[in-house]
T-cell receptor
Framework: DAMVIQNPRYQVTQFGKPVTLSCSQT?????MYWYQQKSSQAPKLLFH???????NEADTPDNFQSRRPNTSFCFLDIRSPGLGDAAMYLC??????????????FGPGTRLTVT | DAKTTQPNSMESNEEEPVHLPCNHS???????IHWYRQLPSQGPEYVIH???SNVNNRMASLAIAEDRKSSTLILHRATLRDAAVYYC???????????FGQGTTLQVKP
């Protein structure tokens, strides 16, 4: 049973054309995360939501934004994709973000290509 | 955020045990030790985590040093499907973030 679902799995967009990636979860977890993973690199945290509270990482570019309309869904918006934004985008969920005692569940990722 | 150090790569033979080491000398008292693995073209998958005591689950065992400055992930019988990048991550404090290092690429030979 899929628990963290990401759509689409593959997305192609043009340079500068806004794109939205989506994530949904069936776990009813409070916390949802977005990571960027470039080729041959480790995942890098972009931001996360604890319920409706948005927490941005200090080095996340302004070009990246997120929305969480309800517990189940979270969106990643890239306002003006550049060639350097081509990557795998991973969504993850967790029951809590304030302690280390809970694991994160990851989706399969969306591979973004920018042409 | 406290950092971890892992070997870049390791090799194992199929059906043999694998011990993946991780050093985390700056670990704080509230940091949990988490292990995730990532198979090619997939999202990371949770493997195991612990705080002070050794932990076992259906996937692996986690051995934590008494001073908590190092830990070892143990795969009891490696299979070809265990070939992946294994990440050792400290999670806790007041952020709960997962900060990924470069991980260990495990190759399993038949």
């Amino acid at each position: 049973d899929a628990m963290v679902i990401q759509n689409p799995r593959y997305q192609v967009t043009q340079f500068g054309k806004p794109v939205t990636l989506s994530c949904s979860q069936t776990l009813n977890h409070n916390v949802m995360y977005w990571y960027q993973q470039k080729s041959s690199q480790a995942p890098k945290l972009l931001f996360h939501y604890y319920d409706k509270d948005f927490n941005n990482e200090a080095d996340t570019p302004d070009n990246f934004q997120s929305r969480r309309p309800n517990t189940s869904f979270c969106f990643l918006d890239i306002r003006s994709p550049g060639l350097g934004d081509a990557a795998m985008y991973l969504c993850a969920t967790s029951r809590d973000s304030f302690t280390g005692g809970y694991e994160q569940y990851f989706g399969p990722g969306t591979r973004l290509t920018v042409t | 955020d406290a950092k971890t150090t892992q070997p870049n790569s390791m090799e194992s033979n199929e059906e043999e045990p694998v011990h993946l080491p991780c050093n985390h000398s700056t670990i704080s008292g509230t940091d949990y030790i988490h292990w995730y693995r990532q198979l090619p073209s997939q999202g990371p998958e949770y493997v195991i985590h612990g705080l002070t005591s050794n932990v076992n689950n259906r996937m692996a065992s986690l051995a934590i040093a008494e001073d908590r400055k190092s830990s070892t992930l143990i795969l009891h019988r490696a299979t070809l499907r265990d070939a992946a990048v294994y990440y050792c991550i400290l999670r806790g404090g007041n952020t709960g973030k997962l900060i990924f290092g470069q991980g260990t690429t495990l190759q399993v030979k038949p």
